[in-house]
């Protein structure tokens, strides 16, 4: 996969060895800011993290323009919907910006459609099951694109989305057991399960780990201080090393 011209990425891998599920947990474990450039195929898509949480998504999958959602969730309808496109084709812009130009929504109900399109376009990229990525610490590749306001979403719920939807063919026991230790307690694990649609999983329990040797991603010592095991975040050239 080509990466960024001028810019080395801190970490690569596939997600057929790590999946997304895997690599979305670590991310938030470790508060990393950055960008996460994905590829399978012709289908691609870019995350910018801040604090390890995703606040924008640029992907090539169509389906997920704001307009349509919005249409889909009631707030807009279509012919409101296609007075929005005409304006576009005519002058340009933004959708959300053109719709409140317009008076169809209201700044909350734009910001929650934004965070659903958020959402859909994230569990979008679990079905990339041999797709590539490349990540980019400390550097936002989405920066002036969609909205100004940094959007959040609820973690939890795009990881539950992903595994529903996916969960057949991804490697779940690293994602629940992280799961676990950060956002569940041992008496939640039965209800989250339900609501994920995975009666048959079990979460291992908590236990005392050994801690795992630290191997700087690059070599050297950096802000993000990734390890070899958890996820396999680190470049090839570290994972060799350490093996």
């Known amino acids: 996969m080509p990466s960024i011209p001028g810019q080395k990425p801190t970490a690569s891998g596939s997600f057929a060895d790590r999946p997304f599920a895997h690599i979305l947990v670590y ?41 349509l959602i919005l249409t889909e969730m009631g707030a807009i309808t279509e012919a409101q919907y296609q007075a929005c496109l005409q304006e576009m084709a005519r002058h ?13 929504v209201t700044v909350p109900v734009l910001s929650r459609a934004l965070r659903e399109q958020i959402m859909l376009k994230l569990v979008d990229v679990f079905s990339m099951v041999q797709g590539n990525y490349l990540f980019y610490e400390g550097l936002n590749l989405l920066e002036g694109f969609g909205s100004d306001e940094p959007l959040t979403v609820d973690l939890e719920a795009v990881l539950m989305a992903g595994v529903r939807l996916h969960g057949d063919r991804l490697d779940l026991e690293p994602v629940l057991h992280g799961l676990q230790s950060r956002w569940l307690s041992v008496a939640d694990s039965e209800a989250w399960m339900k609501a994920s649609g995975l009666p048959g999983v079990r979460p291992r329990p908590s236990v005392d780990r050994p801690k795992e040797p630290w191997t700087a991603c690059t070599g050297a010592p950096c802000s993000s201080r990734m390890t070899a095991r958890p996820c396999g975040m680190e470049p090839t050239a570290a994972r060799t090393s350490a093996a």
Do not use: C, M, N, W
């Open 92 to 104: 340009g812009g933004l959708q959300g910006k053109v719709l409140l130009a317009q008076r169809a």
């Open 27 to 67: 991310l938030h474990q470790k508060k990393l800011h950055g960008s996460l450039v994905v590829r399978e195929g012709q289908r691609s898509a870019e995350i910018y993290f801040d604090g390890g949480l995703p606040t924008k998504v640029r992907s090539s999958t169509r389906g997920r323009e704001l307009g």
